[in-house]
């Protein structure tokens, strides 16, 4: 399957599963980095990494049998940032259908929970085996792909143009409050609050239970 971000590390012209099957190939035998490790549960795990540019490229995960056979279970293109983006804690929560990780993170200063992939599979399975918990904190490195952008400049405003937008804010901020000089604000539960709260009910069903399981 052609993963919607290749063409952001420079496969714009990559459509054919034949062609992506030789480039898995190609990385599985020759790559720039290797890492394995063991899950839970004691399966071998390997992802190999090859680099097309600098910070960007291809990492190919899966699982390692008998003989020295790779089974590849997914690939996801990247892009490595090269330094914290955030200081907040973050759990990690294991993907249904695959040996993959995704993070969550309350992010204080945006004001909404952060849901990501987690990149660095092997270090999370490394983590737990040695300390027994899921969990990262004080080192989270966030980077994206996109597919395309847009630049946005500041419009100088006219005198209208920020009374206008003075009288809409007041609008929304709604009733004073005597006591307090303050504005209150009452809003329904927004979209990010909602989505989290169907996610913790998801992940409490299907994912928490993983590494329990594996340890029985």
Known sequence: MIHTFLKSIGFSELYQNKELYQLVGDIIRNPDERAMDQD????EIACFTKYVENDMGICVCGSLLEENQFQMEYYFPFFRGSGITTMEPVEIERHASSESFFGICDELKMGI??????NNVADVFREYRHNRQCSLSNNTVLSALA???KILLPIMKTKEMAALKRKSSK???GPDDAGQGRRQVSYGKSYAER??????RVTARYERRYF?????
Do not use: A, H, M
């Open 40 to 43: 839970t549960c004691g399966n």
């Open 113 to 118: 929970p952060l849901i990501f992939f987690v």
């Open 147 to 149: 597919c395309n952008g």
């Open 171 to 173: 609008k929304k901020d």
């Open 195 to 200: 989505y989290g709260s169907l996610l913790e």
């Open 212 to 216: 329990k399981y594996c340890r029985k």
